[in-house]
């Protein structure tokens, strides 16, 4: 009846009194600014126009600004006499006077500290009192100082230095807007601001990182402080992007032997279809395999064959790939290739002799804690294995959710016009014939009931298996090779590569060796979305950090650290940096949190050092950034998961 008729024939249509004409046209007036596609649309339109209107402002505070380079100026400071630096500042507009040292200071707060002090004056007003660091003199040990300084009220002012001993240091001085005084406030909105985009999803986190990075270069402009595209070029970690790029090459091509998904079928076997044994294969793979290759790209490898299993044993997919994934994290965990927080943490540490070795030996006992313990209350949780399996078949389930759906937009239509009528009409049709269809397929698979499952077992083992032998030989090679440099550079004097380079190498010799044709095919495979978002991470961090947020947020933990005894304060320091990394962690995302906090936790060293003492750890051979840093990475990702 219903395909007879054609609305669109108006002299079909019965008259209807005004009055029910009016009730429509109030009902519409009503409830139109309530519906839910009209509100997103809107929300839709005022984010668009919100952040063009911020990137416009961005791009022309950028246009306005001149990028001049840091040219530092190396100085010897003679004992016992009044060294000037530079002279006849502030004669322009600008406020404040910028003055940076790199030299062997460090700055403390203990009235107890004898150390000789070196005094940086400008005219008058004392910007810094630092202590010379006696003892440390290698490079490494070097430590950048930034103070600012209003301008005194002469036309122009005299930046100079004395020291009770010869001093070599560099130094650079830039003369500042008097934006400079709320730097730091606007550098934590803009941390505010990316942190807010990527929490609530409102745009692609590797957009949100790209305006952050945007508003952070545009926040240093407004002061005065645009660096050069060639110095942005150098906060770009690519040690940690070259690793991240030839792993995902070697991931790439593995994933084409189809060893994942046979792993998978594999785990099946040796659990002879009980529920348990094979969750506990299944997790104890993806920790295993996360340790060496990416997490991610192994919990995307391993969830197709995961979930064609549970269709097959009726289980809820859900929970088992839960598990899988708190399990890959924490093998993940393990070593420095295994997640993108690792990688971070090694690349930032690698010039302070963290090594991929290091790093492994120091993560690996904890992660055995945190195994054992994540299995325990994962079997605690688990602890009715009824519960896993579906009350209907996955077909059913579905069948019974469309009839659902169907009879529920049937009633929720107010019948009140000849077309609504009919809309009513259908949507009850639509749902006898749902009900009709499952009636017939329940009716089925009662016959079907007495049938072995082995049959689909073996369905499923054709379906997944190896599909190429000599490159599953080719990739197992390669993958073992590039996992013993890893290794061996570390305490190998002789290999001059770090683990970028060898990563990188690594998926050279697999393409070489596998010769694959669809080049491109490959290519596509590699997350450019996730490399474009740790560089703008870096940017924007290091953005960050010239505008002293890094130092401001240190100086709090630093001075939280030094209200407590001196005997607590390692264990302090350890508990604050563990528990605010993993509350943290459980509402933001841990690559950035991770790409903020290390820079963070490193200032730490130099302000703490001496306040915390190394003998506390001496044994182990390691001081507070490695005791600290290391088990961060275990609490982010096993916390993350967890509340995940």
Known sequence: ITENISISDEHLRPTQPPIVKFKELIRSIRWAPRDARWRAAVLRLV?????????????????????????????????????????????????????????????TKDENDTAPQFYVNLSSAVILTLKINETETEFEDRVKFTA???????????????????????????????????????????????????????????????????????????????????????????????????????VGIFAETGFFDFSALVAYRLAKGKVWPLITLLCVFSAVVSAFLDNVTTILLVAPVTIRLCEVLNLEPQRILIAEVLFSNIGGTATAIGDPPNVIIVGALSSRGITFTEFTMHAFPGIILVSFAGYGLLRLYYRNMDALKNKDPPDIAEMKHEYAMWVRAAGRLQVVTREETLMKAMFMQKAVETEHALYKTLHRRRREESQDLRETIRKLETQYCIKDYVLLVKSTLVVFVVILFLFMYSFVTSIYLDIGWIAVLGAIWLLVLADIADFDGILH???????????????????LAELGLIKTIGDVIADIIVSVDEGNRLLLAVVVILWVSAISSSFIDNIPYTTAMVKTYLSLTWCCSPLLPIRYVNPLQFDIYRFSIIPMSVYINSWFNHTS
Not at 50 to 70: A, D, G, P, W, Y
Not at 84 to 90: G, K, R, T, Y
Not at 525 to 543: D, G, N, P, R
Request: glycine residues 2%; negative net charge.
């Open 148 to 250: 600012d300084a209003k301008c005194c009220s002469e036309d122009s002012c005299n930046l100079t230095a004395s020291s009770p001993q010869v001093v070599a240091m560099s130094w650079y001085t830039r003369e500042l807007s008097w934006h400079v005084e709320h730097q730091v406030l606007y550098a934590f909105l803009v941390l505010i601001f990316v942190y807010i985009l990527i929490i609530f999803e409102l745009v692609h986190r590797t957009l949100a990182a790209l305006l952050g990075a945007l508003a952070a270069l545009a926040v240093l402009s407004s002061v005065n402080e645009r660096p050069t595209l060639s110095m942005i070029m150098e906060w770009v970690d690519m040690d940690t992007l070259t690793l991240l790029f030839g792993m995902m090459i070697i």
């Open 525 to 543: 495979k590699v997350e450019w979305s996730t490399l474009l978002f740790f560089a703008a991470l870096f940017i924007l961090m290091e953005a």
């Open 47 to 107: 984010k668009i126009v919100s952040l063009f209107i911020i990137t416009i402002i961005c791009c022309i505070q950028l246009m306005v600004t001149n990028e001049e380079e840091k040219v530092f100026r190396t100085t010897v400071v003679e004992a016992n006499k009044a060294y000037v630096l530079d002279h006849d500042l502030c004669e322009g507009d600008m406020a404040v006077v910028r003055v940076e040292l790199f030299g062997r200071f460090y700055e």
